[in-house]
């Protein structure tokens, strides 16, 4: 009759009244209930005692009960970038007896107040977050829900216990550079995505590194940030084609930006590759249809998307933890709009 009651009363305990009870703060029981480091074995043992006897992990273990549910947010749900995601998310959550929540953040932050609620309403077994990043306090939120979080090309740094999947998008970004300096081009716009974006500034770190291996002097007028769509790209490419010294490359941090310096190109009645070479970045479905083909780094987003639901999957149905970064190789998709340059850069 006393351990009924001690059921019934145990779904009432809260990490905050385990911490209070231990002397501790609500982040280290988290620690703790997901056995993570940082906290000394002394006070690990004094708190796990504390969640023994409250049955705080008899209710974790239940709301860990697999739903059959994993949550797959996006940045938002532009179909030439997303497509690829989406299919490999949905083929690896199959292969493990799962179906996708699809969500768009639309260009915020993930895991607001009320969307943590919801999850909270309807369960699910893990999120994995695309090119975003959490609002603060949400990675404490979902910690409480015991719902593991894997993000796939995390804005700014992905916290040390955070699993991350990415692609290596600095040496993609040499890769495309060094390919165009081999050409014989010394003048070399690069336009990344968003400032802060990992994937961006690693994009870029790529370009410069290509530069310093090469002894070529970077120029800041042909560096730009955008945000990996056509207009950003049409309205660098348009400030970089009426320079005095004009470039005649750029490395577009994607293949949609790509499509912006395309249009920007025509604008001034300029040829690729003639007048001007260009390299993407992501070789989706839209780096075909241009004309001419765009030469461009391919990105493994429908890999990504595979592994990252692969790791949920196995922290969240067998236990597993693994933390750190997964890097997937990129290589470079030869096409038709890059060349020699008409002329000597000067």
Known sequence: ?????QRSRSPRVTIGDIAAHAGVSMPTVSRV??????????????VQRLLDEHGYERRGTASRQRVGLIDFVLRDLDAIWAMPLIQGAETEAMRVGASIVLTSTHGRSAGNRRWIQHLASR?????VIVVSELSAGAAEELSRLHTPVVLVDPVGSAPGDMPAVTAANRAGGRIATEHLLRLGHRRIGVITGPAGVSCSEDRLAGYRDAH??????????????????PA??????RRMLGMARRPTAIFAGTDQTASGVYAAARERGMRIPEDLSVVGFDDVILSEWLQPPLTTVRQPLEQMARAAIRVAAQIAYEGRRPTGRLELPTSLTL????????RAAA
């Open 1 to 5: 009759m006393t351990s009924d009651r």
């Open 33 to 46: 209930l997901n056995g993570r480091a940082g906290v000394s074995d002394e006070t690990r043992a004094a």
């Open 123 to 127: 369960r699910t077994d893990a999120v």
């Open 212 to 229: 310093l291996r090469h002894g070529i002097p970077l120029d800041p007028e042909l560096q730009a940030y955008g945000d990996f769509m």
């Open 232 to 237: 950003s790209g049409l309205v660098a490419a």
């Open 335 to 342: 096409r038709s709009s890059t060349s020699a340059p008409a």
